[in-house]
Protein backbone atom coordinates (compact mmCIF):
# COMPACT_ATOMS: atom_id res chain seq x y z
CA UNK A 1 0.00 0.00 0.00
CA UNK A 2 1.78 3.76 -0.64
CA UNK A 3 2.41 5.39 2.02
CA UNK A 4 3.35 9.19 2.47
CA UNK A 5 4.58 9.92 5.92
CA UNK A 6 4.79 13.67 6.57
CA UNK A 7 7.19 14.99 9.32
CA UNK A 8 8.51 18.63 10.45
CA UNK A 9 5.93 20.54 11.66
CA UNK A 10 6.07 22.40 14.57
CA UNK A 11 5.14 25.84 16.40
CA UNK A 12 7.47 29.04 14.40
CA UNK A 13 7.29 32.24 15.10
CA UNK A 14 6.73 35.12 12.29
CA UNK A 15 9.64 35.58 9.73
CA UNK A 16 10.79 31.93 10.97
CA UNK A 17 12.02 28.78 8.72
CA UNK A 18 10.59 24.91 8.57
CA UNK A 19 11.71 22.53 6.48
CA UNK A 20 8.74 19.65 6.04
CA UNK A 21 9.91 15.82 4.67
CA UNK A 22 7.69 13.92 3.03
CA UNK A 23 8.48 10.14 3.25
CA UNK A 24 7.23 8.06 0.41
CA UNK A 25 7.31 4.35 0.70
CA UNK A 26 5.23 1.02 -1.60
CA UNK A 27 5.90 2.97 -4.70
CA UNK A 28 8.65 3.74 -7.58
CA UNK A 29 8.82 7.47 -6.19
CA UNK A 30 11.19 8.98 -8.75
CA UNK A 31 8.28 8.22 -11.63
CA UNK A 32 6.07 10.41 -10.11
CA UNK A 33 5.42 14.04 -9.75
CA UNK A 34 4.46 15.21 -6.32
CA UNK A 35 2.93 18.18 -4.41
CA UNK A 36 2.09 19.79 -1.31
CA UNK A 37 -1.57 20.83 -0.06
CA UNK A 38 -2.69 22.92 2.80
CA UNK A 39 -5.42 23.01 5.03
CA UNK A 40 -5.79 25.91 7.26
CA UNK A 41 -7.76 25.04 10.86
CA UNK A 42 -11.08 24.41 9.95
CA UNK A 43 -10.72 25.56 6.41
CA UNK A 44 -10.79 24.19 2.75
CA UNK A 45 -7.86 22.78 0.84
CA UNK A 46 -5.01 25.03 -1.02
CA UNK A 47 -2.34 23.65 -3.43
CA UNK A 48 0.88 25.10 -2.47
CA UNK A 49 3.63 23.57 -4.73
CA UNK A 50 4.73 20.59 -7.39
CA UNK A 51 7.67 19.34 -8.64
CA UNK A 52 8.09 17.15 -11.30
CA UNK A 53 9.14 13.52 -11.25
CA UNK A 54 12.83 14.23 -12.17
CA UNK A 55 12.65 17.29 -9.77
CA UNK A 56 12.51 19.69 -12.30
CA UNK A 57 9.81 22.57 -13.04
CA UNK A 58 8.89 23.46 -9.60
CA UNK A 59 5.87 25.59 -9.44
CA UNK A 60 4.15 27.48 -6.53
CA UNK A 61 0.78 29.35 -5.65
CA UNK A 62 1.50 32.99 -5.41
CA UNK A 63 0.41 32.97 -1.94
CA UNK A 64 3.82 31.30 -1.25
CA UNK A 65 6.11 32.12 -4.11
CA UNK A 66 9.67 33.48 -3.48
CA UNK A 67 9.18 32.22 -0.35
CA UNK A 68 9.16 28.41 -0.25
CA UNK A 69 11.11 25.84 -2.25
CA UNK A 70 9.88 22.40 -3.50
CA UNK A 71 12.89 19.71 -3.64
CA UNK A 72 12.91 15.92 -3.78
CA UNK A 73 15.42 13.46 -3.34
CA UNK A 74 14.78 10.50 -5.42
CA UNK A 75 17.47 8.42 -3.64
CA UNK A 76 15.95 8.92 -0.50
CA UNK A 77 12.29 8.55 -1.65
CA UNK A 78 11.52 11.69 0.21
CA UNK A 79 9.95 15.07 -0.90
CA UNK A 80 10.80 18.59 0.85
CA UNK A 81 8.97 21.70 1.64
CA UNK A 82 11.53 24.32 2.90
CA UNK A 83 9.66 27.01 4.18
CA UNK A 84 11.14 30.69 4.94
CA UNK A 85 9.71 34.02 5.81
CA UNK A 86 6.58 32.46 7.37
CA UNK A 87 3.52 34.12 8.45
CA UNK A 88 0.49 33.81 10.43
CA UNK A 89 -1.21 33.05 7.78
CA UNK A 90 0.99 29.93 6.57
CA UNK A 91 -0.68 28.29 9.72
CA UNK A 92 -2.05 24.87 8.38
CA UNK A 93 -1.76 21.15 8.41
CA UNK A 94 0.14 20.38 5.00
CA UNK A 95 -0.43 17.29 3.26
CA UNK A 96 2.20 15.71 0.85
CA UNK A 97 0.17 14.27 -1.68
CA UNK A 98 1.18 12.25 -5.38
CA UNK A 99 0.22 13.00 -8.31
CA UNK A 100 -1.72 10.91 -10.92
CA UNK A 101 -3.22 11.66 -14.56
CA UNK A 102 -2.12 12.36 -18.13
CA UNK A 103 0.57 14.89 -19.22
CA UNK A 104 0.16 18.13 -17.22
CA UNK A 105 -3.19 16.98 -16.02
CA UNK A 106 -2.91 15.34 -12.42
CA UNK A 107 -5.53 15.05 -9.45
CA UNK A 108 -4.08 13.73 -6.12
CA UNK A 109 -3.66 10.15 -4.47
CA UNK A 110 -3.16 9.47 -2.11
CA UNK A 111 -2.50 11.97 0.15
CA UNK A 112 -0.34 11.19 3.81
CA UNK A 113 -1.89 11.67 7.18
CA UNK A 114 -0.17 16.26 7.13
CA UNK A 115 1.67 17.69 9.74
CA UNK A 116 0.27 20.90 12.13
CA UNK A 117 2.81 23.59 11.38
CA UNK A 118 1.64 26.70 13.38
CA UNK A 119 2.99 30.58 13.20
CA UNK A 120 2.91 32.43 15.78
CA UNK A 121 4.42 34.60 18.55
CA UNK B 1 -7.56 31.17 -11.62
CA UNK B 2 -10.45 29.21 -11.43
CA UNK B 3 -12.89 29.60 -8.67
CA UNK B 4 -14.98 26.81 -7.61
CA UNK B 5 -18.12 27.31 -5.71
CA UNK B 6 -19.78 24.13 -3.99
CA UNK B 7 -23.20 24.00 -2.72
CA UNK B 8 -25.01 23.76 -0.56
CA UNK B 9 -22.49 24.16 2.48
CA UNK B 10 -24.02 21.72 4.62
CA UNK B 11 -26.24 18.83 3.15
CA UNK B 12 -28.88 17.20 6.06
CA UNK B 13 -29.50 13.63 5.11
CA UNK B 14 -30.63 10.76 6.84
CA UNK B 15 -28.96 7.12 6.21
CA UNK B 16 -30.37 5.48 2.86
CA UNK B 17 -31.49 9.18 1.26
CA UNK B 18 -29.59 10.55 -2.00
CA UNK B 19 -27.06 12.97 -1.44
CA UNK B 20 -26.68 15.52 -4.73
CA UNK B 21 -23.50 17.82 -4.25
CA UNK B 22 -23.09 21.01 -6.81
CA UNK B 23 -19.89 22.51 -7.69
CA UNK B 24 -19.71 25.63 -10.08
CA UNK B 25 -17.19 26.64 -11.89
CA UNK B 26 -15.40 30.88 -12.51
CA UNK B 27 -15.16 29.55 -16.21
CA UNK B 28 -14.83 26.48 -18.08
CA UNK B 29 -12.88 23.65 -16.77
CA UNK B 30 -10.81 21.88 -19.51
CA UNK B 31 -11.33 18.52 -20.67
CA UNK B 32 -13.56 18.13 -17.54
CA UNK B 33 -10.45 17.72 -15.82
CA UNK B 34 -12.38 17.70 -12.25
CA UNK B 35 -12.00 15.43 -9.28
CA UNK B 36 -13.90 15.13 -5.99
CA UNK B 37 -12.43 14.05 -2.39
CA UNK B 38 -13.98 13.13 0.75
CA UNK B 39 -12.58 14.25 3.99
CA UNK B 40 -13.68 12.75 7.40
CA UNK B 41 -12.75 14.45 10.45
CA UNK B 42 -9.28 14.37 11.85
CA UNK B 43 -8.48 12.70 8.64
CA UNK B 44 -6.45 13.33 4.99
CA UNK B 45 -8.90 14.10 2.07
CA UNK B 46 -9.30 10.45 -0.23
CA UNK B 47 -9.98 10.54 -3.70
CA UNK B 48 -13.45 9.35 -4.94
CA UNK B 49 -13.62 10.39 -8.60
CA UNK B 50 -11.36 11.92 -11.36
CA UNK B 51 -11.73 12.85 -14.74
CA UNK B 52 -15.97 14.00 -13.61
CA UNK B 53 -17.01 10.44 -13.59
CA UNK B 54 -14.42 7.98 -13.10
CA UNK B 55 -14.54 6.47 -9.31
CA UNK B 56 -11.11 5.75 -8.06
CA UNK B 57 -10.14 2.20 -7.68
CA UNK B 58 -11.66 1.05 -3.96
CA UNK B 59 -14.67 3.60 -3.76
CA UNK B 60 -18.12 1.83 -3.98
CA UNK B 61 -20.41 2.23 -6.80
CA UNK B 62 -23.21 4.23 -4.95
CA UNK B 63 -20.95 7.57 -5.83
CA UNK B 64 -20.97 8.66 -9.19
CA UNK B 65 -19.90 11.93 -10.63
CA UNK B 66 -21.20 13.91 -13.79
CA UNK B 67 -20.79 17.24 -15.51
CA UNK B 68 -19.28 19.31 -17.62
CA UNK B 69 -18.21 22.84 -18.63
CA UNK B 70 -18.64 25.07 -15.90
CA UNK B 71 -21.26 22.58 -13.75
CA UNK B 72 -21.06 19.23 -11.98
CA UNK B 73 -22.53 17.10 -9.32
CA UNK B 74 -21.41 14.40 -7.44
CA UNK B 75 -24.30 11.88 -6.34
CA UNK B 76 -24.32 9.26 -3.60
CA UNK B 77 -27.08 7.56 -4.37
CA UNK B 78 -27.94 5.68 -0.50
CA UNK B 79 -25.85 7.10 2.07
CA UNK B 80 -24.24 4.79 4.28
CA UNK B 81 -23.37 5.74 7.92
CA UNK B 82 -19.64 6.06 6.84
CA UNK B 83 -20.60 8.84 3.95
CA UNK B 84 -21.01 11.70 6.56
CA UNK B 85 -17.92 14.06 5.84
CA UNK B 86 -16.99 17.35 3.87
CA UNK B 87 -16.63 16.52 -0.11
CA UNK B 88 -14.41 19.01 -2.17
CA UNK B 89 -14.25 19.31 -5.89
CA UNK B 90 -11.13 19.87 -7.62
CA UNK B 91 -10.08 21.39 -11.23
CA UNK B 92 -6.72 20.36 -12.70
CA UNK B 93 -7.70 21.47 -16.25
CA UNK B 94 -5.50 25.00 -15.75
CA UNK B 95 -3.07 26.66 -13.57
CA UNK B 96 -3.07 26.63 -10.53
CA UNK B 97 -5.29 23.80 -9.24
CA UNK B 98 -7.85 24.98 -7.61
CA UNK B 99 -10.63 23.49 -4.61
CA UNK B 100 -13.80 24.12 -3.92
CA UNK B 101 -15.37 25.39 -0.25
CA UNK B 102 -16.62 21.95 0.44
CA UNK B 103 -20.22 20.73 1.30
CA UNK B 104 -20.54 18.84 4.56
CA UNK B 105 -23.20 16.09 4.47
CA UNK B 106 -24.60 15.63 8.32
CA UNK B 107 -26.49 12.71 9.60
CA UNK B 108 -30.07 14.51 9.67
Redesign the interface.
Known amino acids: EVQLLESGGGLVQPGGSLRLSCAASAFTFSNYPMAWVRQAPGK ?4 VSAISHTGGSP ?1 Y ?2 SVKGRFTISRDNSKNTLYLQMNSLRAEDTAVY ?1 CAKE ?2 SGS ?10 TLVTVSS | EIVLTQSPGTLSLSPGERATLSCRASQSV ?2 S ?1 L ?1 W ?1 QQKPG ?5 LI ?1 DTSSR ?1 TGIPDRFSGSGSGTDFTLTISRLEPEDFAVY ?1 C ?1 Q ?2 S ?8 TEVEIK
Open positions: GLEWYADYYGYRWFDPWGQG | SGYAYQSPRLYAYQYGSPRTFGQG
